[in-house]
């Protein structure tokens, strides 16, 4: 037979100081208990808040045909009449029209403003234009923008420049 070696502070068993299987249940059962009671104290003080708000909803004006009692109701034929923006009711298939809508309008030709004239092109087409024409570019530092009055001063010393006789060269003296 094997002998059974004991180490020190080693007892066979369990300590009784442990806890027991009874506690546990006990708190599992008031736990289910405690939810239960917080779920129906919710539920009662909502329907609580919705009589009462039902009972003191403003009163409409008395030009409006009142169709229902509860103005919260809304029918799915009355949603166009509220303003802008309004709730979303599937957003997926809502985001992806307004991308649909988005895509064809960048990629179609179409007016902008008609009566100024300025068009929409395709961006591929926009793309293409640019490469072949380029970018406006900016003046040079020091270099002054073409104006009016720069123009007209530059014509100015170029018909000043014609009226006078060619000056003599030096060498010719």
């Given at each position: 037979m094997?002998?059974?070696?004991?180490?020190?502070?080693?007892?066979?068993?369990?300590?009784?100081?442990?806890?027991?299987?009874?506690?546990?249940?006990?708190?599992?059962?008031?736990?289910?208990?405690?939810?239960i009671l917080v779920a129906v104290v919710l539920w009662g003080l909502y329907h609580a808040m919705d009589a009462y708000e039902s009972k003191h909803q403003p009163s409409q004006s008395p030009l409006v045909q009142q169709t229902q009692a509860d103005t919260r109701d809304v029918s799915p034929n009355e949603i166009n009449t509220f303003p802008q923006p309004r709730l979303e009711k599937n957003e997926r298939l809502e985001i992806n029209q307004f991308r649909l809508r988005e895509e064809q309008t960048l990629n179609s030709y179409g007016w902008v403003d008609q009566e100024?004239?300025?068009?929409?092109?395709?961006?591929?087409?926009?793309?293409?234009?640019?490469?072949?024409?380029?970018?406006?570019?900016?003046?040079?530092?020091?270099?002054?923008?073409?104006?009016?009055?720069?123009?007209?001063?530059?014509?100015?010393?170029?018909?000043?420049?014609?009226?006078?006789?060619?000056?003599?060269?030096?060498?010719?003296?």
């Open positions: 094997a002998e059974q070696v004991k180490h020190e502070g080693e007892t066979a068993g369990f300590e009784p100081q442990d806890l027991g299987s009874h506690a546990v249940y006990v708190f599992l059962g008031a736990l289910a208990a405690g939810t100024a004239g300025v068009v929409r092109i395709p961006i591929d087409r926009a793309m293409q234009l640019i490469a072949q024409r380029g970018l406006p570019t900016t003046p040079k530092s020091g270099s002054v923008p073409p104006s009016e009055v720069n123009v007209v001063n530059q014509t100015a010393q170029g018909a000043d420049a014609a009226n006078r006789p060619p000056a003599k060269d030096k060498k010719q003296r």
